[in-house]
């Protein structure tokens, strides 16, 4: 008998009590408040004025792959109800409902009308989401309305959503206000003595009408906050948690501020090429080095209290810097802070941003008057810069400047670590150069580090002390156990393609391992050898399945209810006549936790915190029968019109790696769950995704593109990569050896199995037969094209013998290291038993 891999009771079990929990905590803690005058915050009234279009559809998360099929999510209002607020505008409330019901089911029909006639899920699923539905504004907030409400503070939502396939656009009800929009901030600021505006967006919107209208009093950023966020925002704007979200990227005065940001994406008419022409100047590093005004600076956010920090030690022992901070609560209520440290190094050769992120850390909740003491290391190797003429990672002789404070705008200078002369730190050799000219930006002269204190410590390093990694690029090998040699030796060449490409969608054999709505699983096809599949999950925010089942009397599952996800076209259609001629059966519940989104996480800054929201999905993985969960993601936040910035977590590639280690950490702390760290590398756009190239230099490339997923890999050692669906300086990146054998494997030491994204191998894409000896050892999700392919270059010898063994036997290994048993003969712990509740 099989295992239920979830509960027949429809009653919440203690693990989704406890993720609802974390969930909560998780969201409070991103929440930033950028503004706060005027005492608006905290709430001094019971009765709250609510509009705007998030305040009943709050977006918990993003569209497309990252999303969840949790139990129910909390809005804004429910959130502040459940606190014990009064909502007093449920009339136009009520009215917002009946529009947006109107427009929903006009966007829905347009959206039947793209997909009717397909048939295949793997194009009906991308393509209708690849249309993405504007909320409508509302109607206007009227003198009545104000005078109804029977209170002096009003919160308005502005909400966007954004997914796969499609970037964001640059006009009114997407990055810019409507007019609309813009008439009901000017009419509640003046119509209420306090005014909270709540921006419920997974990115960036522009936030210059601030300058324009006067008297809204607070702004939250409160990004797209899962299952939660209602009651978390409530938790914040009550008081009853402190503000301690941190931003996770620079909010620019203007779209035009950004560097080349008119030719992102679709703006520039071509979607074929994206241009990285900014190099290593992204976010901060830019508006930093460059000396530009911002509206509000990484890592900036306000709290109900105040804090004092100063650097009480700093010490240096070989290549490892530590610094002793102690941070003070000088205010009156309890709160948390974040301790930043950037370093400035040194101008020579190469051209420097003025300053890095290093080490960050944040504290626990400080009561009024307490105070900690910190630790923030680091290894100077880490403020190495790549050197492309010689393909070296290099430390240039200088001074390294420690910056300490609460935001890249808010720093001083704690520590002086001088270099007396050039160290390289590894010897690389050139890997995905461009073959475009990208040009060479920089700031025509280099910001000046400015005064150091008098109470910065001095430290001087020993350049004998580092250590000259020679990389060696030889093919690594695969050492196979005396298991997988038995199993792979008694298939034959045919049987072992099977193990490079994703089992069945549709049509799953029978005895094939399958839990509905998964994302994929490996091959399905040895069965008959006694090897069993495993299940793979899209992430990263939750693991994402159906979550209400019939247990059919065969022994199968079938979905209980059209996922909202697949609820388009003839695919609708299939799954509501396969319903409808289900038997009545046993209902099976698999209620997954939607997380905030990464970017809220981001916001946190917390990575103990963060290690504790991967545990909690890899709990949820071993429940639901789940291997490998597809996430993190680990993006660079290049441009906030990026279509996936929601799930993607920062502009800054170390807070990223650092952030995503500690989630990956958390996952795979439950036996046989593995996380797959994605997009490998540079899908900073979804406009033309699967045929764009993204065109980088190799220092930005390593710099900051990489860097993220360098410090994850090294850190935490995901069990899998995912390569991405674009290409890398026209190269795409599944049939990229120098990227994934390179610099992932020979570089970095990752010794895991690579997939390619869903469906990124195809006759205008990626080719399956140049994977495996790239380094992509499996391909999915798997389709006729892969297999023919395949096995065409085995017969042909395009694939050798020596690239399929190894590919095959890392997908085996991976297979036998599973949540769930590998071997069919090979009885699970639990049989026919409720996942634990």
Request: with cysteine; hydrophobic share 40%; aromatic share 8%.
């Amino acid at each position: 008998m099989k295992p239920l891999y979830g509960t027949t009771s429809a009653a919440p079990t203690a693990l989704e009590l406890a993720n609802r929990a974390l969930a909560r905590r998780a969201a409070a803690e991103g929440f930033v408040l950028l503004k706060n005058e005027g005492g608006a915050l905290p709430l001094q009234t019971r009765n709250i004025a609510l509009y705007g279009m998030g305040a009943r559809q709050t977006v918990k998360g993003g569209l497309g792959s990252g999303s969840v099929e949790e139990r129910y999510s909390v809005t804004i209002e429910q959130g502040l109800q459940n606190a014990g607020y009064t909502v007093t505008t449920t009339r136009w409330l009520d009215d917002y409902d009946a529009e947006h019901a109107r427009t929903y089911a006009e966007y829905h029909d347009m959206v039947e009308s793209k997909v009717a006639g397909l048939t295949d899920p793997m194009q009906i699923i991308p393509l209708a989401h690849s249309y993405v539905y504007r909320y409508p504004s509302g109607r206007a907030i009227t003198a009545q309305d104000i005078a109804d409400s029977d209170t002096d503070t009003a919160l308005y939502v502005l909400t966007r959503q954004a997914g796969e396939c499609n970037d964001r656009r640059l006009e009114p009800g997407d990055y810019y206000l409507t007019d609309t929009e813009r008439e009901h901030l000017r009419t509640v600021a003046e119509g209420y003595a306090h005014t909270i505006l709540v921006i419920n967006v997974g990115g960036l919107i522009d936030l210059g009408f601030l300058d324009e209208i006067p008297g809204i009093d607070a702004v939250v950023l409160f990004v797209q906050g899962g299952e939660e966020g209602g009651n978390a925002l409530a938790d914040v704007l009550s008081g009853k948690v402190n503000f301690s979200g941190r931003l996770a990227d620079t909010i620019p005065l203007r779209y035009e501020d950004i560097p080349f940001g008119g030719e992102f994406s679709h703006l520039d008419g071509d979607v074929e090429n994206e241009n990285y022409k900014e190099g290593i100047f992204v976010g901060y590093r830019y508006f930093d080095s460059f000396d530009k005004p911002v509206r509000y600076p990484f890592g900036y956010g306000l709290s109900y209290t105040t804090f004092a920090m100063r650097t009480v030690d700093a010490t240096l022992n070989g290549t490892a810097l530590r610094l002793d901070v102690e941070v003070t609560n000088t205010g009156a209520v309890p709160g948390k802070q974040v301790v930043q440290l950037y370093v400035s190094t040194p101008q020579g050769k190469l051209t420097k941003e003025y300053q890095r992120l290093a080490a960050f850390a944040k504290t626990e909740t400080l009561a009024p008057g307490a105070c900690v003491r910190l630790e923030l290391t680091m290894d100077l190797t880490d403020c190495a810069s790549y050197d492309e003429a010689r393909a070296a990672w290099v430390l240039e002789a200088g001074d390294y400047l420690f910056r300490l404070g609460a935001s890249s705008r808010d720093t001083a200078v704690a520590a002086v670590v001088t270099l007396p002369a050039e160290v390289i730190t590894r010897q690389c050799r050139s890997c995905c150069a461009p073959t475009d000219d990208l040009g060479a930006f920089a700031p025509a002269v280099p910001r000046q580090a400015g005064e150091i204190p008098e109470t910065a410590f001095h430290l001087t390093a020993d350049p004998d002390t580092f250590r000259t990694v020679q990389t060696d690029y030889t093919e690594p090998a695969f050492a196979e156990t005396p298991e997988e040699t038995s199993f792979l030796d008694s298939l034959t060449v045919e049987e072992m393609t099977e193990l490079l490409c994703g089992g069945a969608l549709q049509n799953v054999p029978e005895g094939a391992l399958e839990i509905p709505g998964a994302g994929g699983k490996t091959t399905t096809s040895l069965l008959d050898k006694g090897l069993n599949n495993l299940v793979m999950a899209d992430g990263p925010a939750g693991v994402n399945i159906c979550n209400k089942l019939r247990l059919l009397p065969n022994g199968r599952y079938m979905a209980a209810e059209i996922p909202e996800r697949y609820d388009w076209g003839l695919l609708s259609a299939a799954i509501r006549r396969q319903l409808a001629g289900l038997p009545q059966g046993k209902i099976v519940y698999r209620y997954a936790t939607a997380w905030p989104v990464e970017m809220l996480l981001a916001q946190t800054w917390n990575t103990p915190l963060l290690r504790q929201v991967g545990e909690g999905i890899g709990k949820e993985m071993a429940a639901f029968g789940i291997s490998v969960w597809l996430g993190p993601a680990v993006n660079i936040h290049r441009n906030p019109l990026g279509g996936r910035t929601f799930e993607y977590y920062s502009e800054d590639p170390v807070l990223t790696g650092v952030l995503a280690a500690a989630v990956i950490q958390g996952v795979q702390s439950q036996p046989g769950a593995g996380a797959s760290i994605k997009h490998f590398c540079c899908n900073n756009s979804e406009d033309n995704r699967n045929g764009l190239s993204a065109n980088v230099g190799e220092r930005a490339l390593r710099e900051i593109y990489l860097k993220g997923f360098e410090i994850a890999v090294r850190t935490a050692h995901p069990r899998t990569v995912m390569s991405s669906y674009n290409q890398l300086n026209h190269v795409y990146t599944a049939n990229r050896h120098d990227l994934l054998t390179d610099i992932l494997r020979c570089e970095w030491g990752f010794d895991g199995l690579v997939m390619t994204d869903w469906g990124s191998t195809n006759p205008k894409a990626g080719d399956p037969t140049v994977c495996a000896a790239a380094g992509n050892d499996l391909i999915m999700p798997g389709n006729p094209y892969d297999h023919e392919q395949l096995k065409a270059a085995v017969a042909d010898g395009r694939l050798a013998a020596v690239s399929l063994r190894r590919a095959a036997a890392r997908v085996l290994r991976l297979i036998l290291n599973g949540v769930t048993p590998a071997w069919r003969n090979v009885a699970p712990a639990k049989e026919e038993e409720d996942a634990e509740n």
